[in-house]
Structures are given as C-alpha cells and as structure tokens.
C-alpha cells in the first residue's frame, strides 16, 4: 500500500534551520511529482516547493532563498532544506506525491519556530 512518512520536524529558534524527510513507499516515486505543503493553525494549508526532476523545482515567494527541495530516487526520499526560519514558517509540513491522476499524503510533521 502508499505510504508517506514524514520526520525531521521540531522545535527551533528563529533564524534557525530544520532538514525535513519524506519517506516513500507503494508507488512508482521516481515518476511522481513530490510535494511540501504547510498547513498553519486557523489556514488553508499551502504549496511550498515542488520537485518533478533535479532541474525543476517551483517554491511559494514565501520560501525561495530559505527552502530548497531535493529527492534522492534511489531512497525513495524527498528532503526540505529549510533555513532562515521564521515564526511564519510555524505549521504542519505534508508531504505529497503525485502520479497522474492520483495524490498521495503523509501524515504530517510539525515545525515550530520560536523562541
């Protein structure tokens, strides 16, 4: 069956930096499109950096220059390179893959930037 697993969240002081994982399992993921969304309390959740290939990647205005998103095939992973954070970043990070038709969701795991 699909599964996502994400780790890496916690708690970290601003300024500070969090490497974010997803482990996948279930589906074709070097074909998938591979997803970070955020989802902070009282808001919608929101797209924060997508990778299809090494050479292509989207961020939201929010995150490019502080977050990078990577994929290693060969572990099925994808990483969210997060530093520079500040207390906005604060939310639930979701992993997500998509393969066609189909999406694919972790559970989710939580950043928390404060001091």
């Known amino acids: 069956q699909v599964q996502l697993v994400e780790s890496g969240g916690g708690l970290v002081q601003p300024g500070g930096s969090l490497r974010l994982s997803c482990a996948a399992s279930?589906?074709?993921?070097?074909?998938?499109?591979m997803s970070w969304y955020r989802q902070a309390p009282g808001k919608e959740r929101e797209l924060v950096a997508t990778?299809?290939?090494?050479?292509?990647?989207n961020y939201a205005d929010s995150v490019k220059g502080r977050f990078t998103i990577s994929r290693d095939n060969a572990k099925n992973t994808v990483y969210l390179q997060m530093n520079s954070l500040k207390p906005d970043d604060t939310a639930v990070y979701y992993c997500?893959?998509?393969?066609?038709?189909?999406?694919?969701w972790g559970q989710g795991t939580q950043v928390t930037v404060s001091s």
């Open positions: 997500k893959g998509t393969l066609g038709p189909f999406g694919f």
């Open positions: 279930g589906f074709t993921f070097s074909s998938a499109a």
């Open positions: 990778i299809i290939s090494a050479s292509t990647t």
